[in-house]
């Protein structure tokens, strides 16, 4: 394509164009979680969490006799009764309410060390994005290992708790760090949600403190919803025994779903008002362990507040999950943390339970210091003393009802220069820092598989999602030859889009053929170029499924968007596919260029018409 020097940064639309434009993108309804018991799930048996329960409930009886032995041999059978009744006194709060909220974990000196070395992490390694700063942990195994603080987020006691809870040797499989500024919006990654999918059973361990602080959270606070964990998200079956559902099946953002999870709370705790919890603590940093896939909740935005540093980290069965964050241990890492970070061929509910009680005397350290108050140490946060108001309920709804959306940040920044003539670097920083900047957070709204097939794209997505600007821009560069002035005949059916974006398959599918030969993976991925590949291919393939029922014109947009940029993700893995993807990649970077740029005239549309609804 020739090269063109100047553009500019307008298309114009008549009311006929915005209505036939949205018809042309818009193809689906927009899905709302439908949160039941047990009982009335279309699919129970695909819900690992309501299977296997003579099997979990004998690998907890065997978990609490072997930590009772341990304690027994060490403490005599007094002291043990004594840990095995507290011990049991912690699960029981995880079982009832869903979370549980210990502080001080670790000595403040430990802390202080973590805040250092978290701190320089997230300025090296750490994208700087509109929502949050985010660094995959997975690539810096070092500091999860660190021996002076692991026990702040992988404490004996936190995967004892987690381990019976879930009724299997559990094992790691997402590590992160989230830096979170004051901000309110309501985007993907803070909505009121239920996280993963609903057929697996993940738990999650958050620690949070004060931006660069040994201290506690204070701003953008975890929120949760106490015994909404008891329900479960209903799937979709299709005529022909599919059963799927998606990520909007797991958002809670309108009155509707909000005032259903709250019913659902009250009938489950037998409770006249609803109950909602919100984790701040002034003095000490706090290691949440919750149930991250059947909890209602959420990271809570504010202007208010300082700024929170956080660590999260996911724990499946290894059963349901033989994977795990690492494919082979460190060197000197304890038998401990290899059982739950390292990948394992066949998982082993004897030797997990070995590995663990090994820790029987870090555990009985910190349930004593728990339940001797004259003891100095691990707290236990009370949940009553976290509860919000039924006045501060009220304020906490409307506060998530009213969140702007990604939109409305976009249209406010003064988002295009309509009728600016710009030169090619000129648009090509327009397009990154006022139209990709905000898009990439934007609305997705992927298929989840029974089978969880969907773990499979984490990693190509958050390296999408989580790009620098400058790394953006560099990018977008290599593009500039494929950029045209903005038109609306540019903008693509989603079943064009789907067209060109299965050569990317073709490649990632060639790729396999060849054993990953020509694979080019970034200095410092902890990833085989096999699951490289097949992460991008899921991805992909779940984009194309997903355009297919977008339900909103930023739906459509942000969509798009991912699909180029895994468009470009593939020529970067895969050098020799240059060539053949970069015709459709020009074509689908030109239809989310036009696309982006009409979108505040279709928006202004969309509102015209809720409002008159």
Not at 60 to 81: I, N, P, V
Not at 118 to 129: H, K, N, R, V
Not at 170 to 179: C, G, N, S, Y
Not at 559 to 571: K, M, N, R
Request: net charge negative.
């Amino acid at each position: 394509m020739k090269m063109i020097d100047r553009l500019r940064s307008t298309v114009l639309l008549s009311p006929n164009d915005i209505i036939t434009l949205h018809k042309h993108c818009v193809l689906g309804e927009k899905v709302y979680p439908e949160l039941v018991e047990e009982h009335n799930l279309r699919a129970v048996h695909v819900y690992k969490r309501f299977s296997g329960r003579e099997n979990k409930d004998s690998f907890r009886k065997f978990l609490l006799a072997r930590l009772r032995a341990s304690w027994t041999t060490s403490y005599g059978s007094e002291q043990s009764d004594k840990f095995t009744k507290w011990f049991c006194q912690l699960v029981e709060t995880v079982n009832e309410e869903g979370a549980i909220v210990f502080a001080n974990l670790i000595a403040n000196t430990s802390f202080a060390e973590l805040v250092k070395q978290y701190d320089q992490l997230m300025s090296e390694c750490g994208s700087t994005g509109l929502i949050h700063s985010y660094l995959n942990l997975r690539n810096h195994p070092e500091f999860l290992e660190n021996h002076l603080f692991k026990s702040a987020f992988l404490h004996p006691l936190v995967i004892g708790v987690i381990a019976y809870q879930i009724g299997a040797p559990i094992r790691i499989v997402d590590a992160r760090a989230k830096d979170a500024e004051p901000i309110v919006v309501c985007a993907q990654d803070n909505m009121l949600h239920i996280d993963n999918t609903p057929f697996n059973d993940e738990y999650k361990v958050l620690l949070t403190w004060e931006k660069h602080q040994v201290s506690g959270p204070k701003g953008q606070n975890f929120v949760y919803l106490p015994g909404t964990h008891k329900g479960a998200r209903n799937c979709y079956v299709t005529e022909d025994g599919t059963i799927w559902s998606t990520e909007n099946a797991s958002i809670f953002v309108t009155n509707n779903s909000i005032e259903q999870a709250l019913e659902f709370q009250k009938k489950i705790k037998n409770n006249l008002l609803p109950s909602v919890v919100e984790v701040s603590n002034d003095n000490e940093p706090t290691t949440i362990v919750f149930a991250a896939g059947s909890l209602i909740h959420h990271r809570f935005r504010t202007i208010e507040g300082h700024s929170r540093s956080s660590l999260i980290i996911a724990f499946h069965s290894a059963f349901d999950n033989p994977g795990g964050l690492l494919e082979e241990p460190l060197p000197n890492m304890s038998d401990f943390l290899q059982q739950i970070l390292v990948r394992q061929e066949q998982s082993n509910g004897d030797l997990f339970i070995s590995v663990l009680t090994a820790q029987s005397h870090s555990i009985a350290d910190a349930i004593e210091q728990i339940f001797e108050p004259a003891l100095d140490g691990v707290k236990l946060i009370e949940q009553q003393t976290k509860q919000l108001s039924n006045k501060q309920v009220q304020a906490w709804k409307e506060a998530v009802l009213n969140s702007p959306e990604i939109e409305e940040l976009k249209f406010s920044s003064e988002f295009i220069l309509f009728g600016e003539e710009l030169n090619i670097d000129e648009f090509v920083r327009l397009v990154v820092e006022n139209m990709m900047f905000y898009d990439k957070h934007g609305p997705l709204d992927l298929i989840l598989y029974a089978n969880a097939k969907e773990e499979i794209r984490k990693w190509s997505r958050n390296r999408i999602r989580e790009m620098r600007l400058p790394d953006l821009e560099q990018r977008l560069f290599k593009w500039t030859g494929e950029i045209a002035q903005p038109q609306i005949s540019h903008i693509l059916s989603p079943p064009d889009l789907v067209r060109c974006s299965k050569t990317i398959l073709r490649w990632c599918s060639e790729a396999a053929k060849q054993n990953y030969s020509s694979v080019n993976l970034n200095f410092g991925d902890r990833i085989t170029c096999s699951e490289a590949v097949a992460s991008l291919s899921q991805l992909v393939s779940d984009l194309c499924e997903s355009i297919m029922r977008c339900y909103s014109f930023q739906n459509y947009v942000s969509t798009s968007l991912f699909l180029f940029w895994a468009c470009d993700e593939c020529i970067k893995l895969i050098p020799s596919s240059d060539l053949d993807l970069r015709d459709n990649g020009g074509t689908i970077l030109r239809s989310y260029i036009a696309s982006s740029i009409v979108h505040q005239q279709i928006y202004k549309w969309e509102c015209s018409k809720k409002s008159k609804a």
